[in-house]
C-alpha cells in the first residue's frame, strides 16, 4: 500500500445496526466540531489554558499513537516511511487538518497547515489567542510518529492560525534533536504531566501573580512616597530599626516571633522576612489560628489521612507539608487551645508532623514564623497558654511598635493609603489640608495602620474638593486631642523621662510589663525608676 492509494470509504465502515463506526478497524466516534470546541472553552475555563493543554495534548497523543496502530494492523505497506507518510493523510481523512502539498513534519522545512480545525474552534470559543493552540494535533502528530518511527518524537507549533498568523506550521524532533528547547513543552507531553503540570503551574502562577501585585504596589508606592523599597512606609527610626532586623532574620532559619497589636504590620513584616530569605521562590501561607473552629486547626495544620474523621474522605496534607520550601505564618497563635500548642510545640522542636489518624511522621520544610496582639506572658500566667511554647517561640521576638509610638510614620502612611484609596475609586485627590494632617498626627490610632487606612478610605469617598478636610475625618480622631508635650523648655532629662514613663503607664492602664515593653526597657528598669519616684514624692 502507497500513501497515494489510500481511501476514506475504505477506512471507514459505518455499521447502522449495531450503530458502531470504525476506521482502520478501530472503534471511533463521530463528534460535532463545535461541541469538541465547547468541551475545550470548559477545559480553559474550569483549568486555566495550561491545563487544558495538556489534557488535550496527551489525549491527541493516546489518538495519534492508537491510529498508527491501526493502520499497521489494517493494512500492509511498501516501506516504514508509507506507513509513517501516511499520519498526515489520515488525520486529513478525518477532518482535523489540511496539510499544504509537499509537507512532512520531520524534514527541516516542516510541515504547513492550510487549515486547523483547532485553531478554528479556539478561535471561535475563546478569540485569538497569545501562542499556538493547536495542542491536540501536535499530540496526535507526536503519537502517530513516535509509534511509526519507534522512538520520541515531539511536534511542536511555531506559527497559528490561532494567534493571527496565516497557517498553522508545525515540526518533529526527537528530544536530541529539540534539546533546550522542547524544556517548557515537556510537561504537558509526559505521562502524569497534567498531575505534573497542575499543581506546579497553578502555584507558580499563583505566587507570580501575588508578587507581581506587591510589586507594582511598592513601585506605585516608591513613585508616590519615600518609603521602604519593599513597600512597607517606615519613615521613623522604631519601625526601620523594624525593617532592618527584619532583613536580618530573614538570612537565619530560627522562629521569629512578631508581636505587636492588632493592625501594627506583622504581617506584612513577615512576609517582609520571606521575601528577603532565600524560601522567596517558595509559598508563604498564613493561618489566623484564632480563625478556624477548634475541630479543624489539627487537621488544617498537620493534615490528615483518609477515614481519620467523618469527611475525611482522603488523604490531604497539612499547612506546615504545603509550606515545603516556604513559609508559614501562624498569626494569632495565642488563640490556640492548648491541646494544639502541645501539638506545635512537638513539631517545632522535632521539626516533624504527623497528620490526624497516621501514625508515621513526615518532616518539615517550612520556616515558621508566629505572631500574636494578646500579651502572651498573661496568658502564661493565667494557664491558657503553655510556658515551654512561650519560650520556644519567643527565641527571636520582633516586637512592631504601635502607630503613636512612631508618629512620624502617620502621615506618610496616611498619603499613601489616601492614595491607593482615591485610585481604587477613581478619584482624583491632591492629598490632606493641613488642619487635617494635624489632626491624624494628635490621634492615638489604637487600630493602628488598618484603622488608618478605614479612616483614609473613608475620607477619599467623602473629600469633596481635592483635599481632605478635618470634616472628613472619623468623629474620634477629630475629638483627639494634642499629645502631653515630650519636652518643656527648661525641664531637667530626669523630668523629661519621668514625664515620658508616667504617661507611658497611664496608656497602659498601670500595665508594667506592656509598658515597659513600649518604652524598650526592661521592667526591672521600670520598677527601679518607679521605686525611686516614689521614693521621692511619696507618690508615683
Ligand atoms: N508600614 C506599613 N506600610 C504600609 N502599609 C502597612 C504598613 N503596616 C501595615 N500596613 C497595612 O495595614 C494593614 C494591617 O496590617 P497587618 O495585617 O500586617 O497587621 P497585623 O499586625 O498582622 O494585624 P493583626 O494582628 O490584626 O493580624 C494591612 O492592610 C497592611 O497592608
Redesign the pocket.
Known sequence: MRVEDLDIRELLEVDAERGEVRFAGRKVLILDAVAMGLLRKQLVDTFGLSAARAVLTRFGFVHGWRMAEAMHAELTWDSEEAWRNAGGVIHMLQGHLRLAPESDPLSPRGATLESSYEAEQHLLHLGQAEAPVCWTLCGIGSGYLSRTLGQEVFVLEDRCQGQGDAACHVRGQTRLEWGEALGPHLPFFQEGGIEAVLPALSGSLKRTERKLREKQRALA?LARAP??PS????RGPS?RRV?DLARRMAKVESTVF?T????????????LIHEVSARAAGPFLAL?CGAIPETLLESELFGHVRGAFTGAVQDRPGLFEAAHGGTLFL??VGELPLGVQAKLLRALQERQVRRVGENRTRPIEARILA???RELAEEVAAGRFRKDLYYRLRVIELR?PPLRERRE?ILP?AR??LAEAAQRMRRSLAGLTAPAADQLVRHDWPG???E??NAMERAAALAQGRRVELEDLPEDVRQAQAPPPASGEGQTLEAIEKAAILAALERNAGHQARTAAQLGIGVTTLYRKLKQYKRRTGRP
Request: proline share 0%; aromatic share 0%; glycine share 14%.
Open positions: 508606592r518609603g521602604d513597600g512597607l512606609i517606615a519601625m525593617l512578631l505587636g497589636e492588632s493592625g501594627v504590620g506583622k504581617e506584612r513584616v513577615a512576609r489566623n498569626d494569632e505572631a500574636t496582639n512592631v510614620d502612611l499613601e493609603l493602628n495602620v488598618r488608618l487606612a
